[in-house]
């Protein structure tokens, strides 16, 4: 294999960038990580898993087979997990801050580039063994999950059936003579699709499935099953389980399929913490309905977090790319700039940056929220559910499609080369594209969105109280007219949620319409179901606008140095203004602007890409991404990338050999036929 051509210096071009920003992209690090303390230890936990690490191999996964990237994903997650289950014991024996504690955190991104077989198992199912399992059950079986003594995934979606979980088919049978639950999936579709990590890197499984006693319906529960050997790790009986196939993305991390043929469990395998089926048939129900599916809500939390991270990777690959990359002279006589010079390019660049912050900072909010409700369930409290549902629906949504958007539109940034599999431009967008679609499909999640804004709307009309973040439709029914445009971000957070209230209110008159001519509240809803997306979206960037707002203008600002708020009001004014003229269409239904309003618009986003332009490269250090978690050769700290791009070409196994085979075998004896 050639000898590497990349050189030990930095690029000059992206040097420069750093010794001319205005701030220091170490304080934008520690703010970005939560704090000094929480960088200083991000840091060290990220050197101790990276240290080691085949980084070569990782580079040539995508020439591997779908076995091999399996095999690798496996064996690099679990090669992880030992050194997190090292690092506890090195540094505080007993506890738990690293192992497990980090196995599902951002720390790992880069470790498993194809995706952690066993990242479900933490993400979710430990999480829903732990909020749905009684104190008796977890000691039984969830511990030995969370250890990893066992591993298992929670299998929900179904060939048939995914966001529609009433409409799941699997079905488990209470049989009181022997007091187990006898689970089938009845036909093709019932068939569990899709879980991660089922196929090939679980023995364990918790089964969402409609339960049944005497072939009465309770809806969907949880169940907790056994599914292969734990020493031989062979199928058992009535299992049948493997591996969907490739996908676009998420390569390795072994989805699975999961069908049952007569299985039985015990009547003690159902989750019960919050709903039972006694050993008499009797069942007790759950005090609410959202309790079963809180894993869920949890996961919308976990993919806007994890997604806004997808858009800052991309982010920092395109902006330090097009620090070192020089191209198309802005006047002839002048030598080639970098692209980063061009506004056109900037326009590409910077507001992915000021969105990736945006949900950044929103899903900080909704964790907050998140946390609260948790203690609230703990005592008996459901109030905060429906708010909470809704706003991790539409944070998941607004997030996942803008972060997709938002990474293909830094790959075409990046030009050619970011076409090439080493720009891991393409493996960041078929990962962010399939948060659209996994955890409740965005346009499902949206309808139910509607659904909540519509009880909201109908309780203000009744002045019953509102949840917080929807306290603004009270407010608009009170004061039907905005009022005047200003261009405050106070008064364009304002426009945003003034602009969401009044696509809600179409939306309660169409459907309140529909009702009136005799449509059902479904048949009303669908036809309706255009308009309650649209409101839907406007809800959720309300909530990005107020939560951006909040941070930069907020008490916290005190605690950070001037040069850092001014960069990070400067990201805010981007973000507030583009997002402004990308939605002018429905605040010019409803708010009265001016031509002079919209040239002001213009001039406001013009003139902040010119501030941004000394900070980008800084801003985007300070994002605090290793070479190993950006696995790119665009991006890289150093801006080597032509020295990059050529290096990973010379280390192709294509390139290994001078003849390939094809030649001998087929293309010299044709073309000799021809002769």
């Known amino acids: 294999m050639a000898a590497s051509a990349i050189p030990t210096s930095v690029n000059p071009d992206i040097q420069k960038e750093r010794d001319a920003a205005s701030f220091s992209s170490e304080e934008f690090a520690a703010w970005w990580s939560g704090g000094e303390d929480q960088l200083k230890f991000n840091r060290s936990v990220r050197d101790y898993l990276q240290k080691d690490m085949d980084v070569e191999e990782v580079r040539q996964m995508h020439n591997k087979s779908h076995e091999e990237i399996y095999e690798f994903s496996s064996r690099s997650a679990i090669v992880a997990a030992k050194k997190l289950q090292r690092l506890q014991k090195e540094r505080n024996p007993g506890g738990n801050e690293y ?31 732990q909020a749905q399992c009684t104190p008796e059950q977890y000691e039984e079986f969830g511990k030995r999950i969370e250890n990893f003594e066992a591993c298992g ?70 169940f907790y099953i056994q599914v292969r050997d734990e020493e031989t790790h062979e199928p058992l009986p009535g299992i049948h389980i493997g591996d969907i196939g490739k996908k676009m993305g998420f390569i390795g991390v ?66 330090r790319y097009s620090a070192v990359r020089r191209q198309s002279p802005i006047n002839p006589k002048e030598p080639e700039p970098q692209i980063m010079d061009h506004v056109t390019q900037q326009m590409k660049l910077f507001p992915e940056i000021a969105t990736s912050v945006a949900y950044r900072l929103a899903s900080a909010h909704l964790w907050n929220l998140y946390d609260i409700t948790l203690g609230d369930i703990s005592n008996g409290k459901y109030e905060r559910l429906p708010e909470l549902h809704s706003l991790s629906c539409a944070l998941k949504v ?42 409740g499909e965005n346009t499902v999640l949206l309808l139910q969105i509607g659904r909540f804004l519509m009880k909201s709307w109908r309780a203000a009309l009744s002045g019953a109280p509102l949840a917080p973040t929807v306290k603004y439709l009270a407010e608009v029914q009170k004061k039907p007219e905005f009022g005047s ?13 003034f602009a969401a209230a009044k696509k809600t209110a179409l939306a309660f008159k169409s459907l309140s319409s529909r009702l009136s001519r005799g449509e ?10 255009i308009e309650l997306t649209q409101a839907a979206e406007l809800h959720g960037r309300a909530f990005v606008f107020s939560s951006f707002v909040d ?36 605040l010019l239904r409803f708010i009265d602007l001016t031509d002079t309003d919209l040239t002001r618009l213009q001039d406001r986003l013009e003139t902040v890409l010119t501030k941004l332009r000394p900070d980008a490269v800084a801003i985007v ?21 032509y020295e990059r791009i050529f290096d990973a070409a010379m280390k192709n196994p294509m390139n290994q050999k001078s003849v390939p085979n094809s030649f001998h075998g087929h293309l010299k004896p044709f073309m000799k036929s021809n002769i």
């Open 99 to 129: 192992w497990p504690t980090l196995y599902d955190n951002q720390v790992m991104w880069g470790l498993v580039p194809g995706g952690n077989p066993f990242g479900v198992m933490y993400v979710m199912l430990v999480k829903a063994l």
């Open 153 to 222: 995934t929670y299998a929900q979606t179904e060939l048939g059936h995914g966001t529609y979980l009433r409409g799941l088919e699997t079905r488990a049978d209470f049989d009181q003579k022997t007091d187990e639950f006898v689970l089938n999936t009845p036909k093709i579709s019932s068939y569990k699709w899709w879980p991660g990590g089922l196929g090939h890197s679980s023995n364990h499984c918790m089964v969402m499935a409609q339960l049944y006693i005497d072939n009465k319906p309770k809806g969907p529960h949880m």
């Open 254 to 319: 072994n989805n699975g399929f999961l069908g049952l043929k007569n299985v039985r469990i015990p009547r003690t395998r159902m989750l019960m913490r919050h709903a039972q089926v006694n050993s008499d048939g009797s069942y007790v129900s759950s005090p609410s309905n959202v309790l079963t599916y809180f894993a869920m809500v949890r996961t919308r939390c976990v993919i806007a977090w994890n997604n806004a991270v997808m858009l800052a990777i991309a982010a920092t690959i395109a902006t």
């Open 398 to 439: 607004n997030c996942s499609s803008d972060s997709a958007i938002g990474v293909e539109r830094l790959r075409l940034a990046c030009g050619g080369h970011g076409y090439l599999s080493s720009s891991n431009m393409g493996h960041i967008y078929v990962n962010a594209t399939a948060a659209c679609t996994y955890e």
């Open 485 to 497: 445009w200003t261009g405050t971000w106070e008064n364009m957070v304002q426009a945003m949620q």
């Open 520 to 529: 059902t509240e479904e048949t009303a809803a669908n036809h309706t179901g």
């Open 551 to 586: 941070e930069v203008t907020g008490p916290k600002a005190k605690t950070r140095s001037a040069a850092l708020n001014h960069v990070l009001e400067n990201l805010l004014e981007l973000y507030l203004v583009k997002e402004s003229l990308n939605h002018m269409a429905n």
């Open 621 to 641: 250090d300070g994002f605090d991404y290793s070479d190993v978690q950006l696995n790119s050769t665009l991006g890289s700290f150093d801006g080597n990338a």
